[in-house]
């Protein structure tokens, strides 16, 4: 029983440590926006490593506040498992955790094998709430299947991909079989204009 007690109070000491981080002042440096935070008019630089730095720490304190969180969900889940009577046993398979783990991660309620199970079936992948949101993709903005040739999402997309091609190479070997091959092509409303001026230069007499 006096093992159990340790058990608790490093549990307990566990979750005060988290809690004070997470109600920290300066909130992980998270409290002001990229842009106040260095004193910037815009975020949209001409180059995106001008901000790397920068962009890096602020995606590090973000998974480190995450990580607390997961945390702290952990310690609570802790706690209960000892108020009902069931820590230090397996809550998948009913075994006896080893004291060797308990001791090694007070905050644990499975045992290794069901543990490993665990993290492979129930991968923690928070994704940004925009991506529910605009789901299916240029579905808001895709006029596909209708009788329309504005330029839309898609067109965007094709556009700014084929920035990417080398000149006098790309061009030739794959440019104008994948133009024929798309849907809705950025200018293009008749068959003829697919052909450039260098391809009409090239089949004159």
């Not at 409290?31 to 901000?51: C, F, K, T, V, Y």
Request: aromatic fraction near 6%.
């Amino acid at each position: 029983m006096e093992q159990w007690d340790l058990y608790r109070k490093e549990v307990l000491r566990i979750r005060e440590e988290i809690t004070r981080r997470l109600e920290a002042t300066d909130g992980y440096g998270l409290n002001n926006s990229m842009r106040d935070s260095l004193g910037e008019l815009s975020l949209a630089d001409n180059h995106p490593a001008d901000i790397g730095d920068e962009l890096f720490e602020r995606g590090k304190d973000l998974g480190l506040r995450h990580m607390d969180e997961l945390q702290l969900s952990a310690v609570q889940h802790a706690l209960r498992a000892m108020d009902v009577g069931t820590y230090g046993i397996c809550e998948d398979c009913g075994a006896p955790i080893p004291e060797q783990r308990l001791r090694a991660n007070p905050l644990t309620t499975r045992c290794v094998r069901c543990k490993q199970l665990s993290e492979q079936t129930h991968v923690d992948l928070r994704r940004p709430v925009e991506e529910e949101f605009l789901a299916p993709a240029f579905a808001r903005s895709s006029p596909d299947g209708q009788e329309s040739l504005e330029f839309d999402g898609e067109d965007a997309w094709q556009a700014v991909a084929r920035f990417n091609q080398r000149p006098g190479y790309d061009e030739d070997a794959q440019g104008h079989r994948e133009r024929l091959q798309m849907d809705d092509n950025e200018g293009i409303v008749d068959p003829m204009d697919v052909v450039s001026n260098e391809a009409y230069k090239r089949q004159l007499p």
